[in-house]
């Protein structure tokens, strides 16, 4: 299965501003996902990340909040605009195959 | 689109007993259903994963059913060890494996020695 390496593994942010989460993929993959997972509970889909096209965002998640760049087969970021404490999160990537992998996850907290 | 449920919520077996977890799924195109175990502060992993042409896979104390008829499959450990103490979420792709996962709301596997 593909590794992912994911980062920052942890931020502490200040309400306003943005971060950028990066997910760098040892394979080529056609698709990648990214998750968010709120303390205690399960994860959701924010959006699926194509190569050489826009993200397809799921219901409740815009671009304009959570634009995500798919440069390569093997790269991918999410930034998180504008961060309100509501967005206190882990956020995953995840690519496909056999078993779905995920990225370490970043652990985002914002004050 | 899929939805998937998830039963129970929290469980709390003694060490050396068995644990059952059951999902259902809303969608009869889902074709793919991986278990993954998390424990705190670390990535979900996958620890079994079954596809529906299969009733039943096993891999060692870990067992996973499915029936297609009735839209549920189930995770199965047996002989429970402390090192089990996790949350464990189940999954369906609805479309294919190269697609999105929704995942049940967890469970929260605790066993005591």
């Not at chain 2, 899929?2 to 007993?17: A, F, I, W």
């Not at chain 2, 549920?72 to 294919?96: G, K």
Request: include cysteine.
């Amino acid at each position: 299965s593909a590794v992912i390496s994911q980062k920052p593994s942890r931020d502490i942010c200040q309400r306003g501003t943005s971060l950028t989460i990066q997910c760098q993929v040892d394979s080529q993959v056609t698709m990648m996902f990214w998750y968010r997972q709120q303390p205690g509970q399960s994860l959701t889909l924010i959006a699926t990340a194509n190569q050489g096209s826009e993200a397809t965002y799921e219901s409740g998640f815009v671009i304009d909040k959570f634009p995500i760049s798919r440069p390569n087969l093997t790269f991918s970021t999410l930034t998180v605009s504008n961060m309100s404490p509501e967005d206190s999160s882990i956020y995953l990537c995840s690519v496909p195959g056999g078993g779905y992998t995920f990225g370490s996850g970043t652990r985002l907290t914002v004050v | 689109g899929e939805n998937v449920e998830q039963h129970p919520s929290t469980l709390s077996v003694q060490e050396g007993d068995s644990a059952v977890i059951k999902c259902t799924y809303s969608d009869s195109a889902s074709n793919y259903f991986p278990w993954y175990k998390q424990e705190l502060g670390k990535r979900p992993q996958l620890i079994i994963d079954i596809r529906s042409n299969v009733g039943e896979k096993k891999d060692q104390r870990i067992a996973v059913t499915l029936n297609k008829t009735a839209k549920h499959f189930s995770l199965h450990i047996t002989e429970t060890q402390p090192e089990d103490s996790a949350v464990y979420f189940c999954a369906a792709s609805w479309r294919n494996n190269n697609n999105d996962m929704r995942f049940g709301a967890g469970t929260r596997l605790t066993v005591k020695p």
